[in-house]
Every structure is written in structure tokens, then in C-alpha cells.
């Protein structure tokens, strides 16, 4: 019998490896208590699909780290990030200050946990990646589609010579780093 | 060692995989220190590099929740049973493979209009990708299941989905009774290329095979037909017609769709004369419909169809998107055997309260399920 932080060890590299199974494991565990929690706190369920999600994101691009190692539960970990994304969001709709609904407690609770550091990390880190999706809007076709190919749907050079008409995987590749190189332009000339 | 813009990448790519050899490495690390300009050029292709591949991970695991999700809130709110089917033998020659899956769940089609295409476009794709993925996870998933020991909370793994190859479906309607019928294009194609067969269900449960005959894919309009010699949608011949005028501001429309397995109805008014980004060829609704009603009908009161259903607003889906009827008029003037397929005129259904008119038009009005290994 494995210990109980082994599991989540293991649970964890596999949400990090994007295993389905692991993610719908942290899924059923998690979502019904933290929805519950935001309900009660003036979201609605719409609200509860999406703070989940970003929250998961969170622990999905802090799994990808390599030293990562969660200090505490995986549950108290997405509770604390949900919460922290729900009271940053009130606090945008609002012009005022919001009262942190039940912050009695938690503080220890949940000591420890870089949550902020994690919280603005993953926010520059989508800024980036939307500077990078919109730098791919402009590049012209083959190359968008072929980038969008090999990276976003993860198709391999084989495939993607295949379906886009290139007698080798070779000629492929040629082509996918001038796209690249087209990208690179593009985006950079976005970022200064 | 020379370098341009392009083999950079190359270059950067090796080095990132950790598959160039140990030489060369080496050589790229000195000259790293030495050249400047080198180490900006080459710093800026690792980063892109590394930027694109991660954010590839982050759109596909981003996908896969959004699709754990709604299966678990499925699987949470699914409780009456599954509605009989009848398969005809011509379904059993063709398709029984397909058959069992069919059964089990209709899936989803998300879309979104061109303009806003890059956002949605990737939901889209990866929801009938994650579909096709499901068969691999579950072989993944027994094997794993001795491996790792994880507690499953004695859940019995109950609705894991579609275990085979229902893609994504829309709804379609007839455009003749012989067979000839409309959808909307995107139902069919995706990012990742045709379904490998498609089949309408009629509203009896009952499967039949068709093939496309033509599309427009800007204006997302397809016509296909059911292959089966002999077809009739219904009895006589339809009820509604078809009117390519343009309707006016405010007039009362009604749709038949498929969100689900069973017809759904739903009804509305055309908020704005144009549609998505101002689209001459469209309408604006206010009309709550469901993903998977792509390609529904949008009817006025008297039974006249003005359009078809293409898409939902991303900020407000109560604004939904309908493809004017002259879409489809279009696309019928340019096929070479046009005239055989004689598009309804009048409406026989403008004297008839709702309820009539919905029982009329339910033979014409299908399920499009697609089909992809």
C-alpha cells in the first residue's frame, strides 16, 4: 500500500504528462467542494467551471515544473488558488475594495503557499502565450496553420507533411522553420 | 559556423530536445560567449520555441478539462434513459460499427464566426480530437489503474463517452423530400478535415448514410443528400419554404434543432438586419439555442425558412448567428444538375397555430452526426 502523499505524488506527474485519467480524478475530488464554497460566496456556476479551470491551469503549469513538489494537498492547493482568482476577480468588477468573505483562519491554513507568486506567474505567462496566438494570426497561411499543427494539436512532421502536401517530412521541417522565422519577426516586433 | 534566419531554428530545436550531439553543443555554447549577435538570435528562437510548445500543452489541456467537465456534469445531470432506436438493415450492412457508439452520446459542436475564428477554432477541433482520443485513454486507463493504485472513490467509470467515432453532430433540414438536405458546413469539416462518414437520425431514432453534394465554406452553407435510393423524409412534400428575401427587423422566428437526441424547440426574434461583424449574408437573433443546432432552421411565423443556424455570440450566447436563405440559393445556382433539386416555394404551414406547424416540420428536420476514426 502506497502512502497517501506517494498517490498525490504520482497524481500529480501524470496531470503534468496531461493524463486524462489524472485529471478527472483531481476533478471529482475537488470541483463539487470548491463550487460549493464559491456558490455560497456569490458566484454562480458558470463562475465555479471557470475559476475551477484556471485553478487546474495553475496546478498544471506548476506541475511542469521540474522541482516542483506541492507543499500541502493537492485539494488545499486549488481551494486556495480558486479563492484567491474569485477575490481577485470581485475586486476588478468592483470598484471598491472586497471584503475577503471568510478570511478568518484560512491564512494558516493555508501558510505556506506561494499562491501569489503562482497566481501572477501563470497571469504573465497567458499574457505571453496571447501575444504569441495573436503574432500567429499574422502570419499567412501555410505557416499558420502548419505552426498551429505541430504545436497546438501536436501533429507530427509525418502527419502534417501528409496533410499538407509536402513529399517529405524533410521539406516539412524546411518549411515549418521559416515559418518560425517569420513568427519570430512578428512577434517580437509585437513585444518592444 | 554560418548561420541565417532560418536554420536558427533548426539549430535552437536540437538544442531545446536535447538531441544535438555532444560536439556541436559545445561549439554552440562557445559561440554563445563570444557573439552577440549570435547569442540574440539564438536566445529568441529557443524562447519562441519553447513559448509555442508550452502554449500548445496549456490550449490542449485546457481542452481536455473543458471536456472533463461537461462530461462529468453530464454524467451528473443524465438520468433518464437512453430513447429507443431502430436501425434499418441498410444501417446494419453499413455502419454497425458505428451503430453502438451512436447510442451512447451525441457530442458537442462549439463554433464561432471567422472573425473570432482562432479562439474558437481550437475548441472546436479539440473537442472531436478528444473524442477520437478517448479509445487510447481508456486502454491507458486499465493498464494504469494496477500500476498506480489511485483511490477512485469506488466511482464505477460509468458515461466515459463516446468510445469510438461520433466526431460531432448539428442539425440538418430537408430541402426537397428526395433526399436532398442543408447544414451547416462546419458540422462536416474542421481543422483536422472531414468526418470519415456522416448519417442523419430522424427524429424515429432511424439512421441513414449521406454524402455532400456541394458546400460553402465562407458562408458556412453544405448540401448534402441521403445516398439511399428511393429516400423520403416525409409523406408529401414540405411544408415550409424556403425565401431568400430578406426578413425584417424584429420579425418573429422559430427553430427546430438537436442539441440533444431529441428535437428541441426554441423561439426568437431578429435583433439586427446583418449579422457577426456586420455579414450582409446573415442575421443577428435573440434566440437561445444549443451547441449541436448548427445548421437548424430559422423559421418566421408563417412557416417560411429565412436561414439556418451557424453560431452562438462569444460573449452572449443568447445572440445567436443564422445564415440567410440566399446562401443557400447561391449555392444551388452553381451546381451544374441544379434543377433537379426543386427548392420549396410556398409555405403550407402559414394558417397553422405552433404546435401544428412543429408536428408538420419534425419529419423534415434531423440530427447530422458525424463520424471520424
Known sequence: MQSPINIEQQLLAALAAGEREATEQIYRQNFTIISGWLIKNGGSAADAADLFQEAMVVLFSKSQEEEFRLSCKIGTYLFAISKHLWYKRLQRQSKEPVPLLDNTGDGEEEGGIAYEDDLNAHQEREAHYEQLDAALDQLGEPCRSLLKAYYHHDKSMQEIAASFGYTNPDNAKTQKYKCLARLRKIFYAGID | ?373
Open chain 2, 1 to 373: 559556423m554560418p548561420f541565417d534566419n532560418t536554420n536558427i531554428f533548426e539549430l535552437a530545436e536540437t538544442y531545446l530536445a536535447g538531441t544535438m550531439p555532444q560536439a556541436e553543443f559545445l561549439a554552440i555554447k562557445e559561440r554563445l560567449a563570444v557573439d552577440k549577435e549570435f547569442a540574440t538570435e539564438f536566445y529568441a528562437a529557443t524562447d519562441l520555441i519553447r513559448t509555442a510548445t508550452d502554449s500548445g500543452k496549456h490550449k490542449r489541456f485546457r481542452n481536455m478539462l473543458r471536456d472533463v467537465h461537461r462530461m462529468e456534469q453530464k454524467a451528473a445531470t443524465e438520468k433518464k434513459p437512453a430513447r429507443k432506436i431502430i436501425f434499418t438493415p441498410e444501417f446494419w450492412r453499413t455502419a454497425s460499427i458505428a451503430a453502438g457508439v451512436a447510442i451512447l452520446t451525441s457530442t458537442i459542436t462549439i463554433w464561432s464566426l471567422k472573425p473570432s475564428i482562432n479562439k474558437s477554432e481550437s475548441r472546436y477541433n479539440t473537442i472531436s480530437r478528444e473524442v477520437t482520443g478517448l479509445k487510447l485513454e481508456q486502454a491507458k486507463q486499465e493498464r494504469r489503474q494496477k500500476e498506480l493504485e489511485m483511490n477512485l472513490d469506488a466511482k464505477p467509470k460509468k458515461s466515459a463517452g463516446p468510445t469510438s467515432d461520433v466526431a460531432k453532430t448539428g442539425t440538418g433540414f430537408a430541402l426537397t423530400n428526395n433526399g436532398y438536405f442543408v447544414t451547416a458546413y462546419h458540422v462536416l469539416h474542421d481543422e483536422d478535415g472531414y468526418g470519415d462518414s456522416v448519417y442523419i437520425q430522424n427524429s424515429d431514432g432511424q439512421y441513414f448514410k449521406a454524402s455532400l453534394v456541394t458546400f460553402n465554406a465562407e458562408t458556412d452553407v453544405a448540401i448534402m443528400k441521403v445516398d439511399r435510393a428511393g429516400f423520403r423524409f416525409g409523406k408529401g412534400d414540405l411544408p415550409y419554404g424556403l425565401t431568400s428575401s430578406k426578413a425584417n427587423l424584429g420579425s418573429k422566428i422559430f427553430t427546430l434543432g438537436y442539441p440533444a437526441d431529441e428535437v428541441s424547440y426554441s423561439e426568437g426574434y431578429i435583433s439586427a438586419r446583418n449579422g457577426y461583424d456586420g455579414n450582409k449574408l446573415q442575421y443577428t437573433l435573440e434566440l437561445p439555442v444549443g451547441y449541436g443546432e448548427s445548421g437548424s432552421p430559422m423559421i418566421d411565423a408563417a412557416g417560411n425558412v429565412l436561414g439556418l443556424l451557424t453560431a452562438v455570440g462569444a460573449q452572449s450566447e443568447e445572440r445567436t448567428y443564422a445564415v440567410s436563405s440566399k446562401a443557400i440559393f447561391d449555392l444551388l445556382h452553381k451546381l451544374p444538375d441544379e434543377k433537379t433539386i426543386k427548392l420549396p416555394k410556398a409555405s403550407h404551414m402559414s394558417r397553422m397555430s405552433r404546435e401544428q406547424q412543429i408536428d408538420k416540420m419534425e419529419a423534415y428536420t434531423f440530427a447530422v452526426k458525424v463520424y471520424k476514426k
